[in-house]
Structure formats: structure tokens, C-alpha cells
């Protein structure tokens, strides 16, 4: 059984201007001890996707489909009962350097919170825990004491993935947790996510714009496009062997060094990725696609098969129906 | 002086065009007033602690690190933007004066693409004037071939790739995507017609799928028009995709330089090595990583400033070789071992692999 | 290469017509276009749609009493009326001690209130500024030097300082527009201070020097119009602080005898017992009309700061 399942999730937001449609219609599945990658750029959902699972957004927005959580139904608990699976169901690391921890409160506090208001332990042995939890993240546990000023970006956002870890959850949804670190710093907070995962046998949804950082780290990959998933399989095959021309443009961003072909030859896509309240017609990456075909603009693309445990949702997908010409 | 020919084989490369020679860059530190009463002094961050290169007509030259090894502070004082204590930079054989004012013409040759195509702009200006700002202050009334201002805005968004030009003069920057403001950026330091581009992380804040656009934009005016550039990025993958030639940079020094096929591919300095270890690849996490954070430039080690987190010291190679006492303890330079390749680490001399 | 997408903006100006395009057309454009943005945005907001209409009042009153001098409405045409009469209709708000209309009297006051409050903070909003722009783009020794003078002025009890000057300088209208002027730009410095000091951090500041602008250059054309909105946020509120000011110096008797403001008339109402004759109008109108004033403009200033807010303004 999975440990999370995401069935036609949509995500709408309620803004002055409108109703901004974010996520419009994504499924995937999650089992235990499973990494899967989220990609994807600005404006694609990916992080309207983290906030959903925990039901974070204001009240405005509007949520449809189904996600189940350690087989509960997470948009249809109430109250009380979704505060008690926040952080212990799930928990999420943010880009933690920014603002996600109190400035003014020690870091061993911060950790102890989340302890607490599980009602995971009381007082001492919450500190206790939490000494233990930054050990296993890497940091000397007298650094409880400390304030978040007095950590370096490597280290605050250890503090961040041993909160993630306070109340033992079954699922870690990792929001671009690496992306203002030093390339070096980098490598030792993956690192550490990745042996952490694999000990603990958690789940882990990655998500990020970074696509070269999620090959290495997931099992199993979705690139996201204009709120959908446009192609998902096993993260090294979707990487290497792209079947939708946007994955195959992405890929191309983040060169290999050594690979002769991306030598003095950047490739990239004109155009912009849509504003979500102006979806191009029929195939949202139509406008910008290099393999474009005539019955682009209006069809509306599944995820078809595209090769063993492969789907794309792109004409040219192996799967993909055999469509009319608009015009002989 | 690098002979054309012997760079990585790519002989368009002319002559030397920005020089620049045992510069120095310090940040004062600073203490509060009561500790400074009490004698303390504040120590100064050596940002940039004698760094020599050479940037060539027609090249693109890669400045790459980590945060906090000076790679910004430098190409900003190739600009002009901030003082050296030491060191000068030569711009086509000419010194450059301190003084503000005298720096003037030179700023027309030498242009700068910041990192943070939003912050760039200023939101109250529309896109005619900023690119038209450059123009203004140097009071270029009229251009090479007789064109009037709005010509020469029109051409130099042209060939950003903003087309057609007059459908942008109106518009304020919050109504262009990420990749359509940083051509904007571009394209006001190309109506100068400058010889020089200096680019600090051009694309990192943008989407990932248009980088290559800007990217392959940069290259063209290398092309096109001879506009020489110095990329500063953290990105080897980057440096890969366009440079020359890499710079390697470690707490204020070059510590690795040389045509980009041979850098990136052979390193010859542990630090290199263990930045490419560390470029993620398919395949997992199972690699040598480097331990701690980088370092702080107000303490700057003793010896080799790389040796307290060098694999090859900690590994105990550095001993069994013998430099292990001079690694710790006698600081030293760039030495040549190639032909266009530059080095600084004990190993070379000892032929050795890092 | 692919020809680039212009992102669909709803209100993108007509493309320029083929002929002429100079840069002070496009300046012009540029400004008629932020200005009827301005507008738009400013017409959605009530409350400083209230308060504009109560200002278009009091201005026009203001006008009309320099234009319009029929000899019922000019003051100094005394003894026109029956002395401390009720409201009727030949003096809708009844008259004073010397039988003037309490209604002309109020109207020619407008004039000068208004005027005061506006030269006032005039003063005060390009004094403030100055020494803002100057302290915060400078900074180390002119941005120490000028903080503390700064600090003196905020700190002088201006009341003290106001009876001072008067009993020095004599009681004249400039004299109270400088005692004003002198009060509030201290405020006005600091706040213009901490906005240069965050806008001279902007990547745009330094790509303007990177181009080879002179530091002229860079605060006329990149520091002064980034900070404009704020000043002019700050100064319409102002405004309100010298008119309620200058009615409590008058009040105190320090005002300027030969002109009538509002705050005259209540020292006069007050000083000859209009309370304890029960002729409340002649009090109360002057009052009615500085807290209506003070009201319009803190209700536009209030509006204009909504608008003026950079994180509502750049996306």
C-alpha cells in the first residue's frame, strides 16, 4: 500500500484578479521507503502540491480530487484531526535558510515545539530527543542552545530536516531544500537526506527546479508543466531518455561536463512558462515546443504510455492515440 | 602571455584586453564602539588576496567557486565599482585611474549583467529609458553610422531578441517574464557597444529552461560583434557549456586556471577535483565529499589556504608524499604546467594526481 | 531564433505610430500613462475617494474666497449685521462680537489655513528630504553629523519654541509657517533617510554606476523618484500637522493678527465667552472645518500609502 496517494488533484487560487487554476489535475503514488522527484519550473505547481498535502493553503483555495495519506483521507479530515497528522503523517523541509526559523527563539526550542505539541513527550525528554535528532542529522546536539543567526546555511537547514524528523513521520515532503547552498554544502545535505531516507525507510516527495539534484536522489521522477504532470518514470531513463520535448529541453539545461555535444552549444526554449491564468490552448507547451504538430493546439494530452513503466503525455508518446490532422 | 594557438585549440582568440595583477580587495571588519574603546580590532576580510589573470579579445573566461572565495568582489574590481588596496588592472594596456570620474570612458567599454534581472531594473522606469539610460550619461547623441537615440535602442533590443523593439518601449519591468528582463539588462549594456561584458551569475536566478536562450545570446555577440566575457558563476556545468578557459577560485586566489577541456575534465588541483566530485550526475550520492562549510576570509590558514580541508592532507597522502609541511606551513603561487595551464599545489611538482 | 512572446498584458499602450518617436514623447506617454494608472487605482479606494471630495471642497472654498468679494462676504466690512446673532438666513451661521457672518469668516479662513498648512510642510518636505537623500545616500560622517542635528530638532519642544520665535521675531504669518516648517522636517529626514537607505542597496543603483553614472545622476534619476511616492505620502499627512498647528499657536494668541484662519476665529469665539453666551456656531464652525480638513487629508495620505506600498506596487 502506498503512503501517499494523489488522485486528480486540483489547486485553485482565489485572487483579486481571479481564479488562478495552479495544479489542474495530477496523480501519483508513493509507497514506503520510495523517493519521488517533483520537477519543474516557476508557475508549474510543484509547490502548490506541497501545501496541499497538508492542507496549508488559506481557506479560499480550492482543493478537489483525493489524497490519502497512510490510507486516511487527507482532505477530508476534520479540524482536530488534521493538526495531529501535520508533522506526524507528514512532515516538510523548506528552503530553510531563508525565514523558516524563528530568528528570536533558540534552534533546540524550535524543535522541542514540534515535539510537544504532538504530545510526543513532555519537557526534558522532548530536549532530550531533540539533542538526539540533531546528532542525527550531523550537528552536535549542545547546539540546541543556539539561535539561528549563529548557524551557517548548511547548518540551519540540518536544524530544518531534524524537525522534519521530531515526530517520526511516514512521509518527508522536501520543498527545494538545497537550492541557496553552496554547491559543497549541497552535496552533504543530499547526502544526508538520502542516507537518512534510506535508514528510516521513509517516503520522500523531492521537489525542485534542479533537475541534475533529483536524478541523483529519486527513484522515480514527474516533470511538471503549466499545474500537470507531462511525463513521469524511473528517474535515470526520464533523465537520459526524455520522451516529451519539454523534459528533453529541461534535461538539456543542466549539461553534463565531459559530454561533447553540450560543448560551446547551450540549447534552451524561447518563450516563457505560461502564467497560469493564461494556459495556451490544447497542449499548454504547444507555443514552445520543437516537435510541434498540427493537432497540438487542440488536443487535450494524457499520460500515455511511453515505454516500460513510461508515460508521457505528449502526441508523440509511443501510447499516444492516433490523431486526425486538422487539415488534410 | 597565452600564444592563441595553444588555448584548447581555439584560435580566434586575439590579445589581451583586461589585465589584471596581484589584486588585493579588503573589507574592513568592524567592532562596536565599546570593544573597539577596549583595544579589540576587528579583523579584516581579505576578499580578494592577490588574484592575476588575463581576459583576451573574443574569449569568454569562467570565474568559478563557492560563496565567499571572492569570485564577485574581483569582477567588481574589474568595473571599477570597488577600490583595490593593491594590484592593478590594465584595460587594453592602459592602467585604470581610481578617481570616479576619470573611470568614465572606460565604463563604456566595459559593461556588467547582474545576477538579479528584477533588482536591476528600476520599477518606475520603462524599458526605453533604461535602455537609454547608458546613452545619456555618456551623452551619445549619435551612433557609428549617424543613428539617432531611438535607433540605437531599437537595435540594441533587437538584438536581445526583443522583437519587435517598439512593442517594449512602454512597458515597466514587472510585466516581462524573468528571461525577457534579463535581455532588457543586456541589452542596455550592449547600445554602448562596449568590448567587454562582465556577467555574475547571468542566469542562475532564471527559469531553467530559458538559460540556454541567454546563454546562446552571449555567445552570439562573442561571435558576432568580438565582445570579450567574464562569467562569474558557481556552475561548472555552465563553465562547460561556454567558457574558454576556467579560474578557479578558493578563499581570495586562483588556485586553478587553464582552458576549459583541461580543467574540467583533468583537474590537477584537489579543490577543483572535489567541486566537480560534488556537480550532481546520475547515479546516487556515493562520492568523496568535502567536509565543513567554506571558510572564512578573515582567517585565512597558514600554508596552502586549501590544506585544512584537503583530501589529500586529511587522507594522510599528503605525509607519505613528503609536502605535508610545506602544504601547512609556506603559502604559495600559481605555477605554470602546461602550456596555458596554471596551477597552485605542491602535488604538481611532484607530477602527482590529485 | 524564436521571436519572443509578449506576455498579454491587458492595458499595453497602442503600438507608437510610425512617424517620430522622440524620447520626450515617450516621457510624456510614460507619464500620462502613470498617472492614469494612478488614477485607476486610486478611484477603487473609498476612503481616499471620501476624503479627496472633502479636500475639493475646502480647496474650492478657498478659491472662492480669493475670486469672490462681494461686500456681504468681505470681512474687514465691519459692522454689517446685528452682533452675536443666531443662525438665519441672511447669516446662515450667525455672526461675531463685531456682526460679521461667521460664514465669511470661515471661508476667508480657509484661505489662509490652507495656505499655511500647505507653505509649511512645503518647507518641511523639501528641508526633510534633503537632508534625507543627503545623510542616507552619503552616509558615514554626513549621515552621522546630520542624524544628530536630526535628533536635536525632533527632540525641541516646539511649543517652547514657537513662543520664542514669536516673542523674538513678532507675530507674523511667515514667522509661524517657519515655526512650523522648522518643527516637522525632522520627521519627515528620517523617514526619507530610512527608505534611502533601503532603495541605495538595489541592484539598479549599482548598475547605474556600473554604466557610469555620476552620483547625480543616480539620485536624481534612480533614488529620488524611488522615494518620491513615500514623500509625497508623507507630506499630504504633514499638511494636516501644520494646519492643526498653526490653529494651536493661534489659539495660544501667538497667530497672526492681521489675517483671519480658523484658528483665530476660535482664539476670538473662545477669549470673548462664545461657550458661556451660548452662541456655540461661532466656535464650533472654525473646529468643524480644521477636523473635516485634517480628516480629507490624513483619509488621501492613508489611501496614497496603500497605493504607494512597494510590495503591492512591483509584482
Known amino acids: 500500500m502506498s503512503v501517499l496517494s494523489v488522485r486528480d488533484l486540483e489547486v485553485t487560487y482565489s485572487t483579486k484578479g481571479g481564479d488562478v487554476p495552479a495544479v489542474r489535475g495530477v496523480s501519483f503514488d508513493i509507497g514506503k521507503g520510495e523517493v519521488l522527484g517533483l520537477a519543474g519550473e516557476s508557475g508549474c505547481g510543484k509547490s502548490t502540491i506541497a501545501g496541499a498535502i497538508l492542507r496549508l493553503h488559506a481557506a479560499q483555495t480550492k482543493i478537489g480530487g483525493a489524497i490519502t495519506l497512510d490510507g486516511e483521507d487527507v482532505l477530508g479530515l476534520s479540524p482536530g484531526k488534521l493538526r495531529a497528522t501535520r508533522w506526524t503523517g507528514a512532515s516538510i523541509v523548506f528552503q530553510g535558510a531563508l525565514h523558516t526559523l524563528n530568528p528570536v527563539q533558540k534552534v533546540g526550542d ?91 525507510g521513509l517516503a520522500m516527495l523531492f521537489i525542485t527546479h534542479d533537475l541534475s539534484v533529483l536524478v541523483e536522489v529519486s527513484d522515480r521522477l514527474a516533470i511538471m508543466y503549466a499545474g500537470k504532470i507531462v511525463e513521469e518514470g524511473a528517474a535515470t531513463e526520464v533523465f537520459h531518455t526524455p520522451v516529451h520535448p519539454y523534459t528533453k529541453a529541461l534535461a538539456a539545461a543542466f549539461p553534463q561536463i565531459g559530454d561533447p555535444r553540450f560543448r560551446r552549444h547551450p540549447s534552451g526554449l524561447g518563450g516563457d512558462p505560461p502564467d497560469p491564468q493564461h494556459i495556451p490552448s490544447g497542449c499548454p507547451f504547444h507555443p514552445r515546443c520543437a516537435e510541434v504538430t498540427d493537432v497540438c493546439p487542440e488536443i487535450d494530452p494524457q499520460l500515455w504510455e511511453a515505454g516500460a513503466g513510461r508515460r508521457a503525455a505528449c502526441v508523440h508518446a509511443v501510447g499516444a492515440p492516433a490523431f486526425e490532422a486538422s487539415q488534410p | 602571455m597565452i600564444d592563441p594557438a595553444e588555448v584548447g585549440g581555439v584560435p580566434q582568440i586575439g590579445p589581451p584586453v583586461v589585465e589584471v595583477d596581484d589584486l588585493e580587495v579588503n573589507f574592513k571588519g568592524r567592532v562596536g564602539f565599546i ?232 583537474p590537477k588541483h584537489p579543490y577543483t577535483k572535489a567541486l566537480l566530485n560534488v556537480v550532481p550526475k546520475a547515479g546516487g550520492t556515493e562520492r568523496p565529499i568535502l567536509q565543513g562549510e567554506p571558510p572564512d576570509p578573515t582567517r585565512i590558514p597558514a600554508g596552502c589556504r586549501f590544506h585544512p580541508r584537503c583530501p589529500v592532507v586529511a587522507t594522510g597522502r599528503a605525509e607519505r608524499l613528503g609536502i605535508l609541511g610545506r602544504c601547512t606551513g609556506e603559502d604559495l603561487a600559481l605555477d605554470q604546467i602546461a602550456p596555458g595551464h596554471d596551477v597552485a599545489c605542491y602535488l604538481t611538482e611532484l607530477g602527482e594526481e590529485p | 531564433m524564436k521571436t519572443e512572446t509578449i506576455p498579454p498584458v491587458t492595458d499595453l499602450p497602442p503600438p507608437l505610430p510610425p512617424k517620430k518617436v522622440s524620447p520626450s514623447r515617450i516621457r510624456w506617454l510614460r507619464r500620462r500613462r502613470a498617472l492614469t494608472r494612478f488614477w485607476a487605482q486610486f478611484r477603487t479606494n473609498k476612503m481616499g475617494l471620501a476624503g479627496l471630495v472633502i479636500l475639493l471642497f475646502f480647496i474650492g472654498m478657498a478659491i472662492f474666497s480669493v475670486f ?248
Request: proline letters at 5%; aromatic letters at 6%; hydrophobic letters at 45%.
Open chain 2, 35 to 266: 570593544a573597539g574603546l577596549m583595544g579589540r580590532k576587528g579583523y579584516d576580510a581579505k576578499a580578494v588576496d592577490g588574484v592575476s589573470l588575463t581576459l583576451h579579445e573574443g574569449e569568454v573566461l569562467a570565474l568559478a567557486g563557492e560563496s565567499g572565495c571572492g569570485k564577485t568582489t574581483t569582477a567588481r574590481a574589474i568595473m571599477g565599482l570597488i577600490v583595490p588596496e593593491k594590484g592593478t588592472i590594465r584595460f587594453k594596456g592602459k592602467v585604470l585611474p581610481r578617481a570616479v570620474g576619470a573611470l568614465r570612458p572606460y565604463r563604456r567599454q566595459v559593461q556588467m549583467v547582474f545576477q538579479d534581472p528584477t533588482a536591476s531594473l528600476n520599477p518606475r522606469q520603462t524599458i526605453y529609458e533604461i535602455v537609454a539610460e547608458g546613452l545619456r550619461i555618456h551623452n551619445v547623441n549619435e551612433g557609428p553610422n549617424g543613428e539617432g537615440e531611438e535607433q540605437l535602442v531599437a537595435q540594441a533590443l533587437s538584438r536581445a531578441g526583443l522583437r519587435p523593439p517598439e512593442r517594449f518601449y512602454l512597458l515597466y519591468p514587472h510585466e516581462l517574464s524573468g528571461g525577457q528582463r534579463q535581455r532588457v539588462v543586456i541589452a542596455g549594456a550592449l547600445v554602448l557597444d562596449p568590448s567587454v561584458i562582465v556577467a555574475d551569475e547571468p542566469v542562475s536566478n532564471l527559469d531553467a529552461s530559458v538559460r540556454g536562450e541567454i546563454l546562446a545570446l552571449l555567445m552570439k555577440f562573442l561571435e558576432e560583434l568580438r565582445i570579450s566575457i567574464l562569467i562569474v558563476t558557481h556552475d561548472l556545468g555552465l563553465a562547460w557549456t561556454v567558457a574558454d578557459r576556467v579560474a578557479v577560485m578558493y578563499l581570495g586566489r586562483v588556485v586553478e586556471i587553464g582552458p576549459a577541456e583541461e580543467v574540467l575534465q583533468r
Open chain 1, 110 to 200: 524550535q524543535i522541542v515545539e514540534a515535539i510537544t505539541v504532538h504530545h510526543m513527550a513532555a519537557d526534558k525528554e522532548a530536549y532530550v530527543r531533540a539533542g538526539a535528532l540533531l546528532e542525527q542529522v550531523g550537528l552536535p546536539p549542545r547546539r540546541i542552545d543556539d539561535y539561528p543567526h549563529e548557524l551557517s546555511g548548511g547548518q540551519k537547514q540540518r536544524v530544518m530536516i531534524a524537525m522534519a524528523l521530531a515526530c517520526s513521520p511516514s512521509l518527508i515532503i522536501a520543498d527545494e531544500p538545497t537550492t541557496a547552498l553552496d554547491v559543497m554544502v549541497q552535496a552533504q545535505v543530499l547526502k544526508l537526506l538520502r542516507s537518512l531516507q534510506n535508514d528510516l
Open chain 3, 68 to 315: 469672490a468679494n462681494p461686500d456681504r462676504l468681505d470681512p474687514t466690512i465691519t459692522t454689517n449685521g446685528p452682533v452675536l446673532a443666531g443662525p438665519s438666513w441672511a447669516y446662515p451661521l450667525g455672526t461675531d462680537r463685531d456682526g460679521i457672518s461667521v460664514l465669511s469668516l470661515v471661508v476667508e479662513g480657509s484661505r489662509t489655513s490652507l495656505f499655511v498648512g500647505l507653505t509649511a510642510s512645503l518647507i518641511s518636505m523639501v528641508l526633510g528630504s534633503a537632508v534625507g537623500i543627503w545623510s542616507g545616500y552619503r552616509g558615514a560622517f554626513s549621515d552621522v553629523v546630520l542624524m544628530r542635528v536630526t535628533d536635536a530638532f525632533l527632540v525641541i519642544p516646539w511649543l517652547a519654541l514657537a513662543i520664542v520665535l514669536a516673542a523674538v521675531f513678532g507675530q507674523n504669518l511667515w514667522v509661524i509657517i517657519f515655526i512650523i516648517g522648522l518643527t516637522s522636517w525632522a520627521g519627515t529626514s528620517r523617514l526619507v533617510r530610512a527608505q534611502v537607505l533601503s532603495v541605495k542597496e538595489r541592484t539598479y543603483i549599482e548598475r547605474s554606476r556600473a554604466l557610469g553614472g555620476s552620483d547625480w545622476h543616480v539620485v536624481s534619476r534612480h533614488v529620488l523618484p524611488n522615494v518620491m511616492p513615500v514623500i509625497f505620502a508623507n507630506t499630504i499627512l504633514t499638511i494636516a500637522i501644520a494646519i492643526l498647528s498653526e490653529s494651536a499657536l493661534s489659539f495660544l494668541g501667538l497667530g497672526d493678527p492681521l489675517h483671519v484662519t480658523w484658528g483665530t476665529i476660535i482664539e476670538d469665539a473662545f477669549s470673548h465667552g462664545a461657550l458661556s453666551l451660548d452662541k456655540p456656531l461661532w466656535l464650533l464652525a472654525p473646529s468643524a472645518c480644521i477636523v473635516l480638513v485634517v480628516l480629507g487629508f490624513t483619509m488621501v495620505g492613508f489611501a496614497m500609502d496603500e497605493i504607494v506600498n512597494p510590495r503591492i506596487r512591483e509584482r
